[in-house]
């Protein structure tokens, strides 16, 4: 039986919901859009080297009242546990990721997403892929450009799975491969530790933030923001220092910064790196 979510009612308000939507294509829509303008990717745990629980009370704790964020681990796995106790046929893939790197690399299942079925139609959902999470659920068997509120997107036959791209600029863009392999808690959890705690992990000791807009996309990416917004040149501002990254995670992506005593520090050396680099 699947793990089920302890304060659902809460997680629904926070959605803008105040009672449980139909298990319905226009609704799962509705979700995904929303989860990802409400619940910012973030990977503050890991620029501190901290722990990352995926167990349910630890999410919901995490992003419903400590009001935080997360990373695919976290978001995609809560999200899997909301639209099931919806009554959606919902369960969770994993993939590799190649956004940034060679096409035909075959990285660590680094990336957990849904696969929901409704009336016989299969589709992806993923409100955890950070600045270039799709803000719809994407129709697994079309080969066609789908649309979003956002970019568009399109999955290609790729080795018996799937590969996602993205339409970024007048390219379409990798994001990760996939296959539909049946993938249980102790994947997620396997997955899960190397993001965290593998020392050449790409989240290792870094700080990336993602949060969609209406229109637009947020994100940080160690000292950069940016504000991309649609048909429009993106806008990016390096910052200075600690207290400056601190106030962009709170006031542009509505993070509640943890009172960490090393997060000072661990900022300022990022950002010492990423002037070096």
Known sequence: MSPRLQDLSTYLQRLGYQSAPPPTLDSLRELQRRHTAEFPFETLATLLRMPVPIDLASLERKLLREGRGGYCFELNRMFLALLQQLGYDARGLTGRVLMGGPEDAMPARTHLLVLVTIDGVRYI???????????????????????TPHESYRLEPRDGGYLLRAHVGEEWRAMYVFDLQTQVDIDYVVGNWYVSTYPESPFLGQLFVARTGEGLRKTFNNGSFAVHRLGADSVRRELADADSVIEVLSKEFGIRVPAHPQLHEAIERLLAKSVAA
């Open 125 to 147: 959902a993923d409100v955890g892929f950070g600045g270039m999470v799709p803000t719809a659920p994407l129709r697994l068997d079309s080969e066609d450009e789908q649309t």
